[in-house]
């Protein structure tokens, strides 16, 4: 059993600031690449950033240069920090993570999203 658990969801402020987190735990072997995706209402899920294993990180043009992916490995834990946020980015966060379990199986896992509302 894999568990994600995000955190760090709220209302902002236009132009304001977020830390969204996503804690990973479980029958874990390694975790390779990890992401955030959003959903905004009446839209599809898109990315917004991946990381891999390795720290290269890429990122969807709307976001570029205002958010920021991050891993801390030894705690098996993905964040995403938001700056300059405008109401565009309201949506429900979702964090995605590639990982190979205890079988070594290669498997896909979703958090169950953290709404982000970026309002004044």
């Known amino acids: 059993q894999v568990q994600l658990v995000e955190s760090g969801g709220g209302l902002v402020q236009p132009g304001g600031s977020r830390r969204l987190s996503c804690a990973v735990s479980?029958?874990?072997?390694?975790?390779?690449?990890m992401g955030w995706y959003r959903q905004a209402p009446g839209k599809q899920r898109e990315v917004v950033a991946t990381i891999t294993s390795g720290g290269s990180t890429n990122y969807a043009d709307s976001v570029k240069g205002r958010f920021t992916i991050s891993r801390d490995n030894a705690k098996n834990t993905v964040y995403l920090q938001m700056n300059s946020l405008k109401p565009e980015d309201t949506a429900v966060y979702y964090c995605?993570?590639?990982?190979?379990?205890?079988?070594?199986?290669?498997?896909?896992?979703w958090g169950k999203g953290t709404l982000v509302t970026v309002s004044s």
């Open positions: 995605n993570v590639d990982i190979t379990i205890a079988t070594l199986a290669l498997m896909d896992y």
């Open positions: 479980g029958s874990i072997f390694s975790i390779n690449a």
